[in-house]
Structure formats: C-alpha cells, structure tokens
Nanobody
Framework: VQLQASGGGLVQPGGSLRLSCAAS????????MAWYRQGPGKERELVAS???????NYGDSAEGRFTASRDNRDNTLVLRTDTAKVEDTAVYYC???????????WGPGTLVTVSS
C-alpha cells in the first residue's frame, strides 16, 4: 500500500490550495479516505474525510472553506480551498482506513505554508 500526496507548498493568503492523495495497492475500495493536518504547536486534526459511499465530514476549522472530493475509480482524494488563511499553515497528512482488514495508513505528510 502506498499513499502519494501532491500539492502544497507556499500559498498566498486568500489564494487557492489544492492537495491530492492517491492510494494504491488496495484489493478493494478503501472505506474511508481523509486529510488531517498538524499546525505548529498544535495537535493533529481532521480537515475532511470521505467514505467510499460519498459521506463527507469536515473538521470545525475546515467547514465552509474546504471541499473534499473523492474518486473511487483510482482511490484519489482531493482537498481544495480558494480562501487560504495563515492559520491553514500545517503539515497535511493523507489517511486511509480499510474496514475489511481493519487497518489504517498514514501518508508521509506534505507541508503547506500560507504566507505573503
């Protein structure tokens, strides 16, 4: 199993942020894919999660500003916002949970810095 993230880097305040996670090596569609983040001096928190059935949940800090979309054909999860804030600065982690094996996986993390 591999989780490959792309996107991130330096983003201007008020600008657009797009992160993509591609999960490979699964023999069936993973039940839950999610993005978490951990800001400086903060605990890791949920940004957004999407089940294979399309149920989407957002963390409190992401509600209303972030959009998560999932494609079960290639097990990708895209997170985007067009209103990035300085407080969105964090290391973002892709997460996958497979309920058949009851296992979960974390991606290596990708740094997003929102700064002018």
């Amino acid at each position: 199993v591999q989780l490959q993230a792309s996107g991130g880097g330096l983003v201007q305040p008020g600008g657009s942020l797009r992160l993509s996670c591609a999960a490979s090596g699964f023999t069936s569609t993973p039940y839950r894919m999610a993005w978490y983040r951990q800001g400086p001096g903060k605990e890791r928190e949920l940004v957004a999660s999407v089940t294979s059935g399309g149920t989407t949940n957002y963390g409190d800090s992401a509600e209303g500003r972030f959009t998560a979309s999932r494609d079960n054909r290639d097990n990708t999860l895209v997170l985007r916002t067009d209103t990035a804030k300085v407080e969105d600065t964090a290391v973002y982690y892709c997460y996958v949970y497979d309920r058949w094996s009851r296992r979960n996986w974390w991606g290596p993390g990708t740094l997003v810095t929102v700064s002018s």
